[in-house]
C-alpha cells in the first residue's frame, strides 16, 4: 500500500525539506499542488482531504485554517507552526519525552511538531525535573546559538544578500522575553513556569546548541555534574536519535571550543554535560532543520505510519 502525502506550504525551509527528506522514502506517494493554486482555498482542500498525511508548514492562522479544511476521518496532519502545541486536542510530536509518547504519537490523526528551542531545552531538563532532581519551581534560564535559517526566507535573504556590519556578529533577539516557544518549554519540561528564555542568532546557516545553567545548590537531591551525565544517560540509553556524551568535556572541544554544527544534515540531537560540583551546565546540539524542524516531523511520520522510525532520515 502506498500513502498519499500532501505538504502545505513551501514558503519557508521546512516545507521543501520535507519534500528532500520524502524523496528517499518507497511506499509513499507525494502530491503536488501547482505552483499557480497553492492559494486555491479549492485545490488545497481537496489535496488534504485526498492525503493520508498532510505536513502543515505554514503561519499559525494558516494552519488553523487548513486544519477547518480537513472533512474526514483518514487524513493525519503533523503541524510545523505553534499553533497547536499546547492544545490537549493535540499530541506533541517528541517521540523521546516519555516512554509512552510514541504509543500516543502512533495513534494520534493530529501531531504538533515541536519548536526547536524548544526540543533542545525540554529533552535536557524533563529527565531531571521527572526524576526530583530539579525543582518544579527552579528559576530557569537558558539560551540558544542559532542559524539563521530558523528565521524563514527573509531573514535568509537578509544575511545572504546584504553587507551590513552587524550581521557579522551574533545577536539576541525576542528581548521583550516572550518567545513564541515558551509555552511548550514550560509545559513538556514539568516546570511550574516559563524559563528566561535569550535565543541569539549567528551569521551562518543551520545548526542549534541550547545552554542551560543549573545550580546544584538548588536542588532536591544532591547531584554533581558527573550524576547528572549518568542519569541522562540512562534515560536515554534506547533512543535512536538523542545521544548523551559521556562525561568528558575537553574531549569533545576542538582546541577549546564548542562545534555546534556537528549534527547538521542530521536527526541527532546530542546532550553534553559540563562542570563540577558547584556549577553545571547543560548543552543541546542539534540541526534547527533537522531534529528542530523537519526531520522531527519526518520521524512523527514514520511512527505514524507504522515505518521504521528512521527511514528518510538516516
Known amino acids: 500500500m502506498k500513502y498519499k502525502i500532501f505538504v502545505d506550504g513551501q514558503e519557508g525551509t521546512t516545507g521543501p525539506k520535507i519534500h528532500d527528506y520524502l524523496s528517499k522514502i518507497a511506499d509513499i506517494e507525494v ?20 492525503a493520508d498525511v498532510v505536513f502543515l508548514c505554514l503561519p499559525d492562522d494558516a494552519s488553523k485554517d487548513a486544519v ?32 509512552n509518547q510514541r504509543s500516543k504519537i502512533q495513534s494520534s490523526s493530529r501531531v504538533a511538531v515541536p519548536g526547536c528551542h524548544a526540543t533542545g531545552f525540554i529533552l535536557a531538563i524533563n529527565p531531571l525535573v ?11 534560564s537558558c539560551y540558544a546559538l542559532t542559524g539563521y535559517s530558523g528565521g524563514g526566507k527573509k531573514l535568509i535573504s537578509q544575511y545572504q544578500n546584504s553587507n551590513k556590519e552587524q550581521l557579522f556578529a551574533p545577536r539576541q533577539y525576542a528581548l521583550n ?20 528564555f535569550t535565543p541569539i542568532v549567528g ?7 541550547v545552554s542551560i ?13 558527573r550524576d547528572v551525565q ?35 544534515n542530521t536527526n541527532y540531537l546530542d546532550i553534553f554535560v559540563f562542570g563540577h560540583d558547584d556549577q553545571i551546565l547543560l548543552v543541546s546540539r542539534f540541526d534547527n532543520l533537522g531534529k528542530g524542524a523537519s526531520g522531527a516531523a519526518i520521524q512523527n511520520m514514520n511512527i505514524m505510519l507504522g515505518f521504521d ?3 528518510g532520515l538516516e
Open 31 to 50: 502530491m503536488k499542488i501547482e505552483s499557480e493554486k497553492r492559494k486555491d482555498y479549492k485545490a488545497r482542500r481537496a489535496l488534504i482531504n485526498e
Open 68 to 99: 477547518s479544511m480537513v472533512s474526514n476521518n483518514k487524513t493525519k496532519l503533523i503541524d510545523a507552526s505553534t499553533a497547536f502545541r499546547t492544545d490537549q486536542d493535540w499530541t506533541y510530536g517528541l517521540p523521546e519525552l516519555h516512554k
Open 309 to 311: 522510525e528512521g527511514v
Open 130 to 140: 521527572g526524576e526530583g532532581i530539579i525543582p518544579r519551581d527552579y528559576p530557569m
Open 177 to 196: 522575553l516572550n518567545h513564541k516557544h515558551l509555552p511548550e518549554m514550560r509545559l513538556f519540561s514539568g516546570l511550574n513556569s516559563a524559563p528566561l
Open 213 to 225: 545553567p543549573l545550580l546544584p545548590r538548588m536542588f532536591i537531591k544532591k547531584m554533581t555534574a
Open 230 to 264: 549518568e542519569l541522562l544517560a540512562s534515560y536515554y540509553k534506547d533512543e535512536r536519535f538523542v545521544r548523551v556524551a559521556p562525561f568528558d568535556s575537553e574531549a569533545y572541544l576542538e582546541e577549546g571550543f564548542f562545534n555546534l554544527m556537528k549534527c547538521n
Open 203 to 209: 551569521n551562518y546557516y543551520q545548526g542549534d546548541a
